[in-house]
């Protein structure tokens, strides 16, 4: 068993990327994009004006970076004016894409990916995600799309897939901040980069996708059995178990264990496997997010603001959308608009609960828009998957309410969807001060970068951010900024403190884990063994299983007939029938001929000692003589014993095999005979 980490990720916008081979099979598990990458480039609405000052205007671009970078921080001037690209996991394509098996897709983030390999020459993996994580991700993949159409109509398409900023030249004229997200810190990075797909590979991709319910047991190839447990961190996002003659395998993403909306961690379906794949990476980043888990930031002020750190992890995060609602409640009372541009499904449906019922508790009649090209369906869609909720959120669905108050709140006009920012009904409809809910989170694409522009002047104004962008860097093309900006890290996977006593309840035999997360310490006397793993490094596994279990048929094993080996406390029996390999499992059937118990050995093993031998041989009336001697092909020793009578015969006997020589067929059988009274056979 092989296993290599090609992308370590780290937060819930970019999960971890591995291959893990297994009994033969090359299993991938998730292909995301880092959308972070995107502030790199710069956001050009249609109806952007672009107002470079005049000595930019009249310069050519590159004239403009040599004198615009020495000794001056990075400027809106800086970014990458062109339609963007898009990176991948980059050493994917060292890979030979017709060599993957299966595709196990952990959460509709790890999703996003997926066209890019689905349309790969020579593809032809069996992809498994769950059926609300395939709906939400096939939701985001067509918004992307449709988001960057728009950035696309303006720069114009590319003519090639090595644009001009890609070449060395353009690079090095890139402040070192830009760089480094265009070519990595070596230059490693710059062959993650490709154009966005289209939508017709991603419904192309969407059929290739094998959906699965909760705790569904699916079998690929006879051979793999996976399942998929709730990891809580958002809908549809789970944990996958592997069943194979080799061993049992658990794959832990980033999980929750209490979640607001989601269903919880199922951690007791991961308990009793042979290895456990920890791909969690969100600790790494634990330390500076309870540090700040919430921070105002404005043009003169960037210090924190708040921190919050509790042991529920439920109530922690229901304190910060606490905080996050009473944020945007006194941004509006003072005559200013919040923009929301969050993507995490959970935490969006969990904040437009809260700040509808505080506006409500404030008395004031403040309009509520979502402003999104797939809004509609996605809201529709999250009253149709009840499996995948908290357990408070199916008590709804028995008492006859709705999962989520999204539905009322529509009925009633608090809330109003559109599909774009340039809707006649949203003109018509559109009042301030407001609250909009709207991508992107990058602050690169979509309606967020129209909505931005409208209102980053005001200093009553709101946007809140999450953590996971660098947010002075996502800011540049705004500036300068008087509306706030309130950034907020919500919790992305489990505690750096549980780590440890839940790998220990797991009770697994191994356990791989990240090189970097080796600050959660392991004692000495743990009940598994800890295997460490490094990005792009392949790490070998010894055998979990010494050999695998088989299963025989009654009627098979009715007809056994043991003998007891004359060197070993040990009774064995030969038997013949079809052999099954279903759902990971050897099966031993009948076959059309059984086995005759009566027959004479077919493998024999141990050492033949010559002086037993020529007892035997002399007992059935064979007279024989031992000579020794070396053979010329192999050097290894070699005994030749020969036969002269009743016909003339001899053995050569070798450390490995024993080679009996006559034209005699009958006395070829005593001496055969013979030997078989001297060894174990079967």
Known sequence: MKFTCLRKGGDFHCPPCHILDICGFRVLFDFPLDLSALTAFSPVPTSFNCSLDEETSCCPRSDVKKRGNIGKPVNANDLIFAEPFYKTVNNLHLWNAAFIDVVLISSPMGMLGLPFLTRMKGFSAKIYVTEAAARLGQLMMEELVAMHMELKQTYGAEESDFPEWMKWKELELLPSVLGEIISGKDGEELGGWIPLYSAVDVNDCMRKVQRLKYAEETCYNGTLVIKGFSSGLEIGSCNWMINCPKGDVAFISSSIFVSGHAMDFDYCALKGNDLILFSDFSSLNAAENLENDFSVRSTNDLSPLRSLYEADENLEEREKLAFLCSCAIDSVKTGGSVLIPITRLGIVLQLLE??????????????????????????????????????????????????????????????????????????????????????????????????????????????????????????????????????????????????????????????????????????????????????????????????????????????????????????????????????????????????????????????????????????????????RGMSDSDNDNVSVVHVHEPNRAFIEIKATSTVITTADENLASLIFEAIGTLMDGV
């Open 354 to 627: 809260q700040i509808s019922a505080l506006l409500d508790s404030s008395n004031l009649k403040i309009p509520i828009y979502m402003i999104s090209s797939v809004a509609e369906e996605l809201l529709a869609f999250t009253n149709t998957i009840p499996e995948w909720l908290c357990k408070q959120r199916q008590a709804k669905l028995f008492s006859g309410e709705p999962l989520f108050d999204h539905v009322k709140l529509m009925k009633e006009k608090k809330l109003q969807v559109f599909p774009a920012v340039h809707s006649s009904n949203l003109l018509m409809n559109w009042q301030e001060p407001c609250i909009v809910f709207s991508p992107h989170w990058s602050l690169r694409l979509g309606p967020v970068v129209h909505l931005l522009r409208h209102w980053c002047g005001n200093q009553n104004s709101l946007l809140v951010l999450e953590h996971g962008v660098d947010v002075e860097l996502a800011l540049l093309p705004f500036q300068p900024m008087a509306m706030k900006v309130l950034q907020c890290s919500f919790l992305s996977g489990i505690k750096s403190q549980n780590v440890q006593p839940l790998l220990e309840m797991l009770q697994a035999k191994f356990v791989l884990f990240p090189e970097d997360m080796k600050q959660i310490s392991f004692p000495k006397a743990n009940s598994f063994s800890v295997l460490c793993y490094s990005e792009n490094e392949t790490l070998r596994i010894q055998r979990l299983k010494e050999c695998p279990e088989v299963e025989i048929a009654m009627d098979l094993a009715a007809k056994f007939n043991f003998k007891k080996l004359k060197q070993e406390n040990v009774n064995v029996t030969r038997i013949k029938g079809d052999l099954f390999i279903y759902h990971g499992k050897h099966q031993l059937l009948s076959g059309n001929e059984q086995a005759n118990s009566k027959c004479r050995p077919l493998l024999h093993w141990g050492s033949l000692d010559l002086e037993s031998l020529l007892t035997a041989l002399s007992k059935m009336d064979i007279k024989a003589t031992v000579e």
